[in-house]
């Protein structure tokens, strides 16, 4: 049965900028965006007031299914991603066992096809020895290497192993940038007496500028697509700038909202890799984003429980969950006149989507996805952990006050999210990759409409 519907007097975030206007849907695809007022619909909404985004590409997520399903699963984060308007995720390979080969990312594909919501795609993970699993992989974003500190086999540090990654693959590349052996001689610097606060000396700039530099010379020399994952500190915005074409870059909001200064109030909760750094790196990395050094934006959700996260520095895990509170930090910046919604519309839906070439996603036109979610501007509410969706209940944002909140969310014109509640249980769908047209700096515009 065609499925379809109006949303009359809405305020647009369209590629050409916003506009007043009515946005038609049916089944599952958007139709028109300067639709009759008129046009007969199974459901008509007045979004006088409102403002309608395309729908969000979270471009790097942890959600712990298989294996660390006490901190989260596929069903959980995926209702949390629609009830912060995240229409779409891309999830990181960490898991328990590491998505390392096909069978294993299929297995994952399979898990969500069941229990998420929204729209998922899955990294594979790189290690020193499955080079060969890398260059025939299908149906993934990317490759993920953790160049640093990580559980399991997924460190890969070894130069000639890093070579031939660059070399033999053909999917685009991201990285977790932080030097082991930096890390490593931090540490012992510091001595056994550890607290919290150290975690950004041990883990601290230079760590972050040497694993960077290295990978960006990786991409550079073998002409290899990378994507530098949550940068995090000032001093990597002059190396990402020097590269155009093949690099683009991400941040997160721990990076740009949360300080040194923040370990008091804050403790364990902000404990994060890499670490949390300066005030002055939050300005620049902030205004690195805003003059587009930086295109994208990601939440890097790393959900422990509360009881993980209390236990006694270097006891206590790195991460923190993100997911359904970002798009809202961000919103009530808009409010403030710090950034404006076309810009949220890029860093956050179109820019991800061309990144790792998704198709039908990312932008609010005719013949892509019907992802939509809708936001009143002036709803002010403050952030609870009892009413968080993730499986953890809490976030690091508890007590903050913000302007701005999805109020409805639609994956691929069904309602999954509506004035706090999820509406659904089945809706999402696997992602599909076009790595030929895809790219931020590709000429073609976007990825496209699905076909």
Not at 55 to 80: C, I, M, N, W
Not at 288 to 296: E, M, N, P, S
């Amino acid at each position: 049965m065609s499925r379809s519907v109006l949303i009359r007097n809405v305020t647009a975030i369209l590629p050409s900028g916003r506009a007043k206007t009515n946005v038609f849907v049916e089944n599952g695809k958007i139709v028109s965006v300067d639709a009759a007022s008129q046009t007969n619909a199974n459901e008509v909404i007045d979004a006088d007031g409102l403002v309608l985004f395309p729908g969000l590409v979270d471009d790097q997520v942890h959600f712990r299914e298989p294996g660390l399903t006490h901190k989260e699963d596929l069903h959980t984060a995926s209702q949390a991603c629609a009830a912060g308007g995240v229409t779409s995720f891309l999830e990181m390979p960490n898991t328990k066992p590491s998505a390392t080969t096909q069978t294993l990312i299929e297995d994952k594909y399979r898990i969500a096809s069941q229990k998420s919501i929204v729209n998922y795609g899955f990294y594979i993970g790189a290690t020193a020895t499955n080079i060969e699993d890398l260059k025939t992989v299908t149906g993934v974003p990317g490759i993920k290497i953790f160049i640093g500190s990580s559980t399991g086999d997924l460190l890969v540090d070894d130069q000639d192993a890093l070579e031939r990654i660059f070399a033999e693959t053909r999917v685009p590349i991201c990285a977790h940038c932080e030097d082991e052996s930096t890390v490593i001689a931090n540490q012992k610097r510091l001595g056994p007496d550890l607290r919290v606060e150290h975690h950004s000396q041990i883990r601290d700039e230079q760590a972050a500028v040497i694993a960077t530099t290295r990978a960006l010379d990786l991409a550079k020399r073998h002409h290899h697509r990378f994507h530098v994952l949550h940068v995090s500190t000032a001093a990597e915005i002059p190396l990402i700038a020097k590269h155009e074409k093949l690099i683009t870059a991400e941040l997160c909001p721990h990076h740009w909202y949360f300080n040194v200064d923040d370990y008091a109030r804050m403790g364990s909760r902000i404990q994060m890799n890499p670490s949390i750094k300066t005030k002055q790196d939050n300005l620049l990395l902030w205004k690195a984003l805003l003059d587009g050094t930086i295109q994208v934006l990601a939440t890097d959700h790393s959900p422990h429980t509360q009881e993980e996260k209390q236990q006694p520095y270097p006891k206590s895990p790195s991460g923190l969950p993100a997911v359904e509170n970002h798009f809202a930090l961000l919103l009530d910046r808009a409010a403030r006149g710090e950034c404006t919604w076309e810009q949220i519309a890029s860093w956050m839906s179109d820019a991800p989507a061309r990144v790792w070439g998704i198709v039908g996603k990312g932008r609010l036109d005719v013949g892509y996805d019907a992802d939509l979610v809708l936001v009143d501007p002036n709803k002010v509410k403050t952030v609870t952990n009892e009413k968080q969706f993730t499986k953890v209940k809490w976030s690091p944002w508890a007590g903050v006050e913000l302007k701005g909140w999805p109020v409805q969310t639609w994956v691929g014109g069904r309602t999954v999210f509506r004035d706090g509640s999820i509406t659904t249980e089945s809706a999402g769908s696997r992602l599909r990759f076009d790595h030929a047209l895809g790219g931020f700096w590709n000429t073609h515009d976007g990825v496209g409409p699905a076909t």
